[in-house]
């Protein structure tokens, strides 16, 4: 992965100071809302009964499901890293590391680094 990053960035030191793996871990909410998107926990989604699948099903279209990390920051530099896993069903996927950076109140995606496609 530090290959991938420029060694004068400002998240190079930063991401060879990472010891442990970034390890995934659950987001528990009950439902998120965008537009006519559905956002499902993995729990109502396996409650659910949905197949693994990226399509449609009746009048429902599904887009897959995905599972961020814990998020590493350096809060005085305003930088974080984590890694993020998007699964549409059956061979199709992708896992991403994102790195962010703060500005003002907002943060934004410096770069994604591509970790592996299926």
């Not at 004068?8 to 998107?37: C, E, H, M, W």
């Not at 197949?51 to 974080?80: C, E, P, T, V, W």
Request: aromatic fraction near 16%.
């Amino acid at each position: 992965m530090l290959t991938r990053i420029s060694k004068t960035s400002k998240f190079y030191g930063f991401v060879k100071s990472i010891k442990k793996p970034v390890k995934t871990r659950a987001y528990k909410i009950d439902s998120l809302k965008q537009g006519n998107i559905k956002f499902l926990t993995m729990e109502q989604f396996n409650n659910q009964k949905y197949g693994h699948r990226f399509g449609k099903s009746g009048k429902q279209l599904f887009l897959g499901y995905f599972d961020l990390s814990r998020i590493y920051a350096d809060i005085k530099k305003g930088i974080a890293i984590f890694k993020m896993n998007w699964i549409g069903g059956g061979l199709c996927g992708y896992e991403d590391l994102i790195l962010i950076y703060r500005d003002g109140a907002t943060w934004k995606i410096e770069q994604k680094i591509g970790l592996g496609v299926y």
